[in-house]
């Protein structure tokens, strides 16, 4: 694999507008943007933090993932994101190695960014998530 970034921490909240109370107001970290990820059941808050990003994510429904990952363990960090370069030849590589993905192959984002993620197993009980930014 070639050179990859942390693009975003996502962490995992159960009120975006009390979360923004620290993460914006008390830190002071710009607010990007807010939006409606249908096809994963959640509203995410981008923060920006040098070249990175810390993403809140909300569930909008009660029995999506991250509803059923905030009721199992609470709010807190959910993943972290690595930017690739060519996620197609990353995920060939850590599936070469005996490493477990959860995703066989990349979903698209409507803005064209691919993700796919790294099952906990495989990284000592981290939730990686692969992504390759639109270009």
Not at 107 to 115: C, D, F, P, V
Request: proline fraction near 2%; glycine fraction near 8%; include cysteine.
């Amino acid at each position: 694999m070639s050179q990859i970034k942390i693009d975003h921490i996502a962490v995992v909240v159960d009120d975006l507008q009390s979360a923004l109370g620290f993460w914006q107001d008390a830190l002071g970290l710009e607010l990007g943007a807010i939006e409606d990820v249908k096809e994963e059941a959640v509203e995410v808050a981008f923060l920006t933090v040098g070249s990175s990003h810390i993403e809140l994510v909300r569930p909008t429904t009660d029995d999506s993932g991250i509803a059923k990952y905030l009721a199992k363990r609470g709010a807190g960090v959910h993943h972290i994101c690595l930017a690739v370069e060519d996620i197609e030849l990353a995920m060939a590589k850590l599936a070469s190695s005996g490493i477990e993905l959860i995703n066989e192959t990349p979903r698209t984002k409507a803005n064209g960014t691919r993700y796919a993620f790294v099952h906990p197993k495989s990284t000592g009980g981290v939730l990686v998530e692969l992504y390759e930014v639109a270009k």
